[in-house]
């Protein structure tokens, strides 16, 4: 089984300064995760992910994620908060060795961000 | 390009009636998702469908709830007779295949059941 802890469910930070949302995952093979923001009554939209490669992901928004398999997390950063980052930020993985399975997308509960002015 | 489209944004809805949710993923996607979010549960799988068969459908509640996908363009979320803890927000997504590659969400259905 596959699964993801976000331990926090809010962080606040004052605009300009450097924000960290957590995630730590559990998975049996090979872990593709990815990070998510949900804007108020909206969907999902895709932020970034790590398959394979450079541990430090770059993605939408000035965002950034670093891979780090020994600790087996996958925390978002930004190094400069905006007031329009005030929003859900969900991580998920798949297990990329499941084969026909790698479907499955498992969600951590959500991290609601506010950066305060 | 158009995203994944859902209707309708917004339903509400007496106990006991049925409901229909629709979706039209991205054109070109082979990988359609339903999923439910609350605020107890968070976002949790509902059906998997692949090349329009339903793959996985595991995480359906119960047998109030039924999916279809008669055509890759389109696909039903239908629950009957709804209940009030159905109330939720429902997404569909879709993607390309699995594996490493990303699933793209609608804006969500929100339904309210009195």
């Known amino acids: 089984a596959q699964s993801v802890a976000q331990p926090e469910d809010q962080v606040n930070v004052a605009e300009g300064n450097p924000l960290t949302v957590k995630c730590t995952y559990s998975?049996?093979?090979?872990?593709?995760l990815f990070w998510y923001v949900q804007y108020p009554n909206r969907g999902l939209q895709f932020l970034l992910k790590y398959i394979t490669g450079d541990n430090l992901v770059k993605g939408s928004y000035g965002f950034e994620a670093e891979f780090n398999k020994s600790q087996t997390s996958f925390h978002l950063k930004k190094p400069s908060a905006l007031v329009s980052d005030s929003a859900l930020y969900f991580c998920a993985v798949r297990d990329g060795n499941s084969g026909a399975g790698s479907y499955q997308l498992t969600f951590g509960k959500g991290t609601k961000l506010s950066v305060i002015p | 390009d158009a995203g994944v489209i859902q209707s309708p944004r917004h339903e509400v809805t007496e106990m006991g009636q049925e409901v229909t949710l629709r979706c039209k993923p991205i054109?070109?996607?082979?990988?359609l998702f339903w999923y439910r979010q609350t605020m107890m549960r968070g976002l949790e799988l509902l059906i998997y469908?692949?090349?329009?068969?339903?793959?996985?459908d595991s995480g359906m509640p119960e047998d109030r709830f039924s999916a279809k996908m008669p055509n890759a363009s389109f696909s039903t979320l239908k629950i009957q007779p709804s209940e009030p803890r159905d109330s939720a927000v429902y997404f569909c997504?879709?993607?390309?295949?699995?594996?490493?590659?990303?699933?793209?969400f609608g804006e969500g259905s929100w339904l309210t059941v009195v």
């Open positions: 998975v049996s093979g090979n872990p593709y």
């Open positions: 997504a879709s993607s390309l295949g699995g594996g490493g590659l990303s699933i793209y």
């Open positions: 054109s070109g996607h082979n990988s």
């Open positions: 469908f692949n090349n329009n068969v339903p793959i996985d």
